[in-house]
C-alpha cells in the first residue's frame, strides 16, 4: 500500500511541476504553467501535497463521473490554478469556488461573471479564472 | 481645345461622381453600415481637392465609434476636437467609453454637455458623496438617483451571518442560489457527523466534522467576498447599462 502510495506520488508529483493538462480539451485550451511559480513550489511541501491530491482526483476519480463542472476551467483545474497563483488564500477561493459550482451559477452571467465558453457534452461553462 | 474640353466634362463627372459619394455615404450611414461609410468617407478624402477634413475626420471617428473601434474613434477626434466642437464632445464620449476617467479630469469642459460627461465620470471614480446632484439637468440627475439606489453590501455583515447560519451571508448579498447550495454543502456533513457520532464510528465520524469545517471556513471567506464583488459588479452593469441607453449626454454629434 506505501509503495502504491509513493510511486502513485512520485509520478504524480513529476506532472505537478512542469505541466498542468485540462480534464477534458474542451474545458480549457490554457496550460497552466508558470516558471517564477514553479522555482518557489519545489521548496514547499505543502503546496506540492495539495496539488499531488488534485491531480490523484483528476486522474482516478473524476473520469468516473465525468464532466460536471459548470465552470470552466472546472473546479479541479480552479483548484490547481488557484493554489498555485495565490497560495494557502488559494485553498479557501477553491473552496468558495466548489460551494458556487451549482446550477444559480447561470443566473449570475454577465453581472459577476463576463464570458462563457461552449462545450460538446454540457452546453454553455462559465468562465471564471482565479 | 479638345483636351480643355476632355478635362471639364472630367471635372464636372467627377464633382458629380463625389456628390453622390457623400450622400451614399450618409444612406450608409444610416442603413448602420458603417464597415463601408468609412470606405466611403475615406475615398471622398482621399480624391476630391477641398475636402470638408473636420466633417469627414468627425464622421470617420463617429463610425469607429459604432464599430466599436474606441482606440481609432479617439484617435480622429483628439486630431480635431480643438477645431470642431462636434468632434470635442464626441472626445469626451469615446474617453467615456473607454473609462479613461483621468484624460477626461484634465480637459476643461467647454460646453454643458462635456460637463455633464465629467460628472458622470466623477460619480462612476466615486468623488461624489451619496444624494449629491452636482447639475440641474434632468437627465444627470436621473443617471444620479438611479446609481445611488445601488446597494454597497458589508463584508462584516455577510461574515457575521454566515457565521452564524451558513449560506446567510450570500443570501444577504442577492445570491440566493448560492447560499442554498453552500448552506447544503455545511448540513450534509453536519448530520452526517451526528449520525456517526450516534452509531459510535470515530473515524468517518471527524472525516465528516473536518469536512463541515472545511465548508464552513469556505462559506465564511465566500460571504465576504460576495459583498466585497457586490457593488463594483452592479456598478459595472449599471456603467453598461446607460452607455447603451438613449440618454443624448451619450448620443455622438456628426452632420453630413
Redesign the interface.
Known amino acids: 500500500m506505501i509503495v502504491f502510495f509513493l510511486i502513485s506520488g512520485i509520478i504524480l508529483k513529476s506532472e505537478v511541476i512542469y505541466i498542468e493538462k485540462p480534464f477534458d480539451v474542451n474545458d480549457t485550451l490554457e496550460v497552466y504553467y508558470d516558471e517564477h511559480y514553479d522555482k518557489t513550489l519545489k521548496e514547499n511541501s505543502g503546496e506540492l501535497v495539495f496539488l499531488s491530491l488534485i491531480k490523484f482526483y483528476q486522474k482516478f476519480i473524476s473520469p468516473a463521473q465525468g464532466e460536471v463542472c459548470n465552470f470552466s476551467p472546472s473546479c479541479s483545474n480552479y483548484m490547481f490554478k488557484a493554489i498555485r497563483k495565490h497560495g494557502p488564500i488559494g485553498v479557501l477561493m477553491s473552496i468558495d469556488r466548489l460551494q458556487r459550482c451549482n446550477h444559480a451559477v447561470r443566473e449570475y452571467l454577465y453581472l459577476y461573471y463576463d464570458d462563457y465558453v461552449l462545450t460538446k457534452s454540457r452546453g454553455y461553462k462559465i468562465i471564471d479564472n482565479p | 481645345m479638345k483636351k480643355i474640353l476632355i478635362i471639364l466634362i472630367a471635372m464636372i463627372l467627377s464633382n458629380i461622381l463625389f456628390a453622390e459619394n457623400y450622400e451614399f455615404a450618409e444612406f450608409l450611414f444610416e442603413e448602420n453600415d458603417y464597415y463601408r461609410t468609412i470606405t466611403e468617407l475615406k475615398k471622398i478624402y482621399f480624391m476630391s481637392e477641398n475636402p470638408d477634413t473636420l466633417n469627414i475626420k468627425n464622421l470617420l471617428g463617429v463610425c469607429y465609434l459604432k464599430k466599436g473601434d474606441y482606440r481609432t474613434a479617439e484617435m480622429y477626434f483628439d486630431e480635431i476636437k480643438d477645431r470642431n466642437e462636434q468632434a470635442a464632445n464626441n472626445y469626451f464620449i469615446t474617453l467615456f467609453l473607454q473609462k479613461k476617467f483621468d484624460v477626461i479630469f484634465n480637459i476643461k469642459p467647454a460646453n454643458e454637455k462635456q460637463t455633464n460627461i465629467k460628472f458622470i465620470a466623477q460619480l462612476f471614480n466615486g468623488e461624489f458623496k451619496k444624494c449629491e446632484f452636482p447639475t440641474e439637468n434632468k437627465e444627470v440627475n436621473e443617471i444620479f438617483t438611479d446609481y445611488y439606489k445601488i446597494k454597497r453590501k458589508n463584508s462584516a455583515i455577510a461574515i457575521a451571518l454566515s457565521a452564524i447560519i451558513p449560506g446567510a451571508g450570500r443570501f444577504y448579498c442577492d445570491?440566493?442560489?448560492?447560499g442554498?447550495?453552500?448552506f447544503s454543502?455545511i448540513l450534509i456533513p453536519a448530520i452526517a457527523s451526528y449520525f456517526y457520532y450516534w452509531i459510535d464510528n470515530k473515524p468517518f465520524m471527524y472525516g465528516a466534522i473536518s469536512l463541515t469545517g472545511?465548508?464552513y471556513?469556505?462559506?465564511l471567506?465566500?460571504a465576504y467576498?460576495s459583498a466585497k464583488?457586490y457593488f463594483p459588479?452592479?456598478e459595472r452593469?449599471y456603467y453598461e447599462e446607460i452607455i447603451n441607453s438613449d440618454y443624448s449626454i451619450f448620443i455622438t454629434d456628426y452632420s453630413f
Open positions: 445570491r440566493v442560489g448560492d442554498v447550495f453552500s454543502t472545511i465548508f471556513i469556505g462559506e471567506y465566500g467576498n464583488i459588479a452592479h452593469m
